[in-house]
């Protein structure tokens, strides 16, 4: 058993001053039980915690690391960029060059805002949608997760199909109501909405491969078909790709699956780990966003000359020869060696993985949505996180998260994951 004597006293020390003792739920471990460790340190694939442990990192910060923790050429541009001052707000070269990189990755855009975080930009495209399509109600689907916005934490009503109820409380039931929430993968149930009620509906927000409920991938058809019914009436149809934007292909799961979405909320890897978000599309529909149009929405720190350079240099060098086929590689060994340390541990597991974010789920039903997530053993799966940081390895301390691959992974760190998996297995 590994000592984490000081990550407890902290945690003691957090929680009298801090919801939870963290700044996002999550990582307090609710859903895996026991202590957070408490990381001081990150360097390529390994996080290092108070009590001197180091562990191979595959939460990643949620996935913003796509290069690992620290990359050398980050942290010098950084150094670089926070000796000149950290933010003027006023406008920089730097957002130009950012939004440059994404709309050069992101066709289906033509115009980027940035902002500071997924919330954020997910809040934001929404509220757009509303302008340019002067309709309330929005579409989501179960176990998709936006961001916090009052709008977004919402889950279906009675039946699947009818309006949303608070999914917190805080959340007036005038806001859930305008929320419709259906099942993943479910064109039937999108088609009776839509055919129902789409003089009402301003947009569908979609998490084109679902990170929130582990790692669900769209049944072959059902992304186009999403898009076939929203342009057939009107409706503005958002890919959130704050997690699957670089992660499922340096263009996103609009490239991999050849969908053009009309607005993308992009997080996570374009900040490079400092705080960045953005929302964009066809310019007909940007151009109502303040100050060019009506729609307004602001923020102090939005593409402020820190958070932009860890991004430009994320993606310069996401953008080298070779780097998504290494990143492939990774992620396809670290597939094979998990299933079969699950075959050999005989325990039954389905595994899911979209490019470099991946899911082992304790079940050994196919899981297509939220429902079927739901099926996986959480007790088993806690025992195995458990066993997992015992033996040196982070994974998201939830059974309905996703595991993130980075670049500066190693293949003897991939081998000693799939010894630690297998030893946790037997154990789980
Ligand atoms: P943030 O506001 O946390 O930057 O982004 C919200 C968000 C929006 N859209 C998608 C698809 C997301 O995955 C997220 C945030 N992801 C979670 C991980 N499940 C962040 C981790 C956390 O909440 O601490």
């Known amino acids: 058993m590994k000592n984490h004597r000081k990550s407890e006293k902290l945690f003691k020390q957090a929680k009298a001053i801090i919801p939870g003792g963290v700044n996002s739920p999550v990582r307090a471990f609710k859903a895996v039980g026991g202590n957070p460790v408490f990381i001081v340190k990150g360097k390529g694939s390994k996080i290092y915690d108070v009590d001197g442990n180091s562990y191979i990192d595959y939460v990643l910060s949620w996935g913003p690391l796509i290069l690992g ?141 679902v990170g929130n409920i582990g790692c669900v991938l769209p049944k072959p058809g059902f992304l186009a078909a999403v898009r076939a019914l929203t342009k057939k009436y009107g409706i503005v149809l958002i890919f959130d790709e704050v997690m699957t934007g670089f992660r499922v292909a340096y263009g996103g799961a609009q490239e991999h699956y050849r969908i053009k979405p009309d607005m993308t909320c992009l997080g996570k890897v374009i900040g490079g780990g400092l705080p960045v978000g953005a929302y964009g599309g066809k310019k007909e529909i940007m151009s109502i966003v303040s100050p060019e149009g009506p729609v307004y929405q602001a923020g102090t720190l939005s593409g402020n000359p820190l958070a932009m ?42 595994f899911y993985r979209a490019g470099t974010m991946f899911c082992t789920y304790f079940t050994n039903k196919e899981v297509y949505d939220y429902a079927t997530a739901k099926t996986a053993d959480t007790a088993k799966f806690s025992r195995f996180f458990s066993g997992m940081l015992d033996r040196g390895v982070n994974i998201a301390p939830s059974q309905f ?22 030893e946790s297995l037997k154990r789980a």
């Open 69 to 209: 923790h620290a990359h050398p050429k980050v942290i010098k541009a950084l150094k670089s960029a926070a000796e000149k001052g950290t933010s003027f707000g006023a406008p920089t070269p730097l957002e130009i060059e950012l939004a440059n990189l994404v709309l050069k990755a992101y066709p289906s855009m033509d115009k980027v805002r940035m902002v500071n975080s997924g919330t954020e930009a997910t809040m934001s495209a929404i509220r757009v949608a509303r302008g340019f399509t002067k309709r309330d109600a929005i579409i989501k689907f179960e176990g998709c997760y936006h961001g916090h916005a009052d709008g977004l934490l919402v889950k279906a009503g009675s039946g699947a199909m009818t309006f949303g109820i608070p999914d917190s409380p805080g959340v007036p039931e005038s806001y859930a109501k305008n929320t419709i929430t259906i099942p993943f993968n479910d064109i039937d149930a999108l088609k009776t909405v839509i055919n129902r009620q789409w003089k009402s509906i301003a947009c569908v927000i979609i998490e084109p491969v």
């Open 401 to 422: 998260e996703a595991g993130f691959m980075s670049l500066a992974h190693s293949a003897s760190d991939i081998e000693k994951t799939v010894r630690a998996a297998y």
């Open 309 to 350: 350079t860890a991004g430009i240099e994320t993606l310069k060098i996401l953008l080298e020869k070779g780097t998504y086929k290494k990143l492939e590689s990774l992620s396809s060994m670290l597939e094979r060696g998990l299933k079969d340390a699950a075959k050999r541990a005989g325990v039954a597991t389905r």
